[in-house]
Nanobody, 116 residues
Framework: QVQLVESGGGLVQAGGSLRLSCAASRSISSFNIMGWYRQAPGKQREGVAIFTMGGSTEYGDSVKGRFTISRDNAKNTVNLEMNNLSPEDTAVYYC??????????WGQGTQVTVSS
């Protein structure tokens, strides 16, 4: 079983920044995919930023140039740096990971609210 714990959400004004972190209960090198999704009220969950253990990184179109995903293998964490936030970024942000042993794993989510 894999546990993912997010932190760093909160309330910020438009144009501000937030940094989310996701701590995994096992080595993140065991995951073939790891990253962040978000879900706004009344909308489907969407991919924000992911990276693969093959080294590729992918971002959602709406966050390209503003968000940066990074990882710390020593701390088993994945981080999401969010800059120039807008009210459209308001959502619950979920950490996600997949490996072949345990399949899909999700964190409990952390709320990000951007005020105009």
């Amino acid at each position: 079983q894999v546990q993912l714990v997010e932190s760093g959400g909160g309330l910020v004004q438009a144009g501000g920044s937030l940094r989310l972190s996701c701590a995994a209960s096992r080595s993140i090198s065991s995951f073939n995919i790891m990253g962040w999704y978000r879900q706004a009220p009344g909308k489907q969950r969407e991919g924000v930023a992911i990276f693969t253990m093959g080294g590729s990184t992918e971002y959602g179109d709406s966050v390209k140039g503003r968000f940066t995903i990074s990882r710390d293998n020593a701390k088993n964490t994945v981080n999401l740096e969010m800059n120039n936030l807008s009210p459209e970024d308001t959502a619950v942000y979920y950490c996600y990971a997949h490996n072949y042993e345990f399949g899909d794993s999700w964190g409990q989510g952390t709320q990000v609210t951007v005020s105009s």
